[in-house]
């Protein structure tokens, strides 16, 4: 079955259009609403009596490749109410046709918000050009912002972090909802003094939870003195990883000598450790070499002479002394360890006079 197309049904519901003419690269349709009254804002009373029209000029959803304005023809009601304050009122329409004051239609708007959402300011301007649609990447932030309703319920539980304006330069505080796992703002700067005045503002919070400094402690313990306060988990997730590896870095020499160079698996290796390993690699050719000639009786002198090596490398091999597959830098603390050790355990603990001398 077939329909006729009126032109009315191509603009939003509720408006009948008067005129379409093009001007220039764009569509402009003139358009007035199809209801015979008015309800008064202030009173509610609806109204018949037209005081005067005006013309507002919306932008459309793009029609046949062109960019579509909508000239509302929209009128002024006198409010009859023998009690309201206000004698003329401007027509209205509903928000979900056009908002008051709106510079778009909210079908339009719409779009415009989901492509803000999708795709971020600018890559949104560039595809919205393409559409037709004409949004500057200005507009599509503040579309999204404007249409972001902020949480009515009060904020109870809050995590309150550094937060980089610029990598090692410039920082800030910010503060999160840790129930709606949603930003609440961001602090201009980190000073105590800054977070302390915000958090007094919200006295309905109940949990903080920070990173282990002591900054943020203290301007919750003076703004908020009956919230507890948590370490977050980042946070002690990162300390205990970082003492870990520590601990584990002072004593790689011992966990190497344990678990043997046999055990090294080069794709589980760093980048630094993987050419630390290659060098490995490369001694233990040398080694092999001179290894052989040693075991065939042949003196060191002549090794030397043979490899190109000097003495002391070759000396080395033989004693066994070049076979770390990493070598770590030997701390010159390390050869007066045992005897350090046996000073504290006979319970001299005062380096001033521990008798070194
Ligand atoms: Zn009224």
């Not at 708007?109 to 559409?131: I, Q, T």
């Not at 579309?143 to 109870?156: E, G, I």
């Amino acid at each position: 079955m077939q329909q006729a197309l009126h032109r009315s049904s191509l603009v939003p519901r509720g408006f009948v259009v008067e005129s379409a003419c093009y001007e220039g690269d764009k569509a402009v349709i003139t358009v007035r609403a199809s209801g015979s009254f008015g309800l008064c804002p202030s009173c509610g009373t609806v109204s018949r009596r037209v005081h005067s029209h005006y013309r507002r000029r919306v932008t459309d959803l793009p029609l046949s490749e062109r960019i579509v304005q909508l000239v509302v023809i929209a009128r002024r009601f006198r409010c009859d109410a023998v009690l309201c304050g206000r004698q003329i009122f401007t027509e209205r329409f509903s928000d979900g046709i056009l908002a008051p004051s709106a510079r778009r239609t909210a079908r339009l708007d719409s779009l415009v918000h989901h492509l803000g959402l999708a795709l971020g300011g600018r890559p949104a301007a560039g595809f919205a050009k393409r559409l037709m649609l004409p949004v500057s990447k200005d507009t599509l932030l503040r579309v999204v912002r404007r249409r972001h309703r902020p949480p009515a319920d009060p904020l109870k539980v809050i995590g309150i972090d550094d937060w980089a304006w610029r990598r090692n330069h410039r920082y800030a505080s910010i503060i999160c909802n840790l129930e709606r796992r949603r930003v609440v703002t961001l602090l201009p700067d980190r000073e105590p003094a800054t977070a302390q005045a915000w958090l007094a503002a919200h006295p309905t919070i109940t949990v903080v939870a920070r990173d282990r400094g002591g900054r943020y402690g203290e301007a919750t313990a003076k703004a908020l003195p009956h919230a507890v306060q948590v370490a977050d988990r980042w946070h002690l997730m990162e300390n205990a990883s970082r003492a870990f590896l520590d601990a584990v870095r002072k004593s790689m020499r011992q966990i190497r000598t344990v678990i043997g160079a046999t055990t090294i698996d080069p794709k589980l290796l760093t980048a630094a450790e993987r050419l630390q390993y290659e060098g490995y690699l490369r001694r233990e050719e040398t080694n092999a070499v001179i290894l052989a000639l040693s075991k065939n009786g042949i003196p060191i002198k002549q090794i030397v002479r043979q490899t190109g090596h000097s003495r002391k490398l070759v000396r080395q091999v033989i004693r066994g002394e070049r076979q770390d597959v990493f070598r770590t830098r030997q701390s010159s603390l390390d050869q007066h360890l045992p005897w350090l050790d046996d000073q504290w355990a006979a319970g001299c603990r005062n380096g001033l006079n521990s008798g070194a001398t």
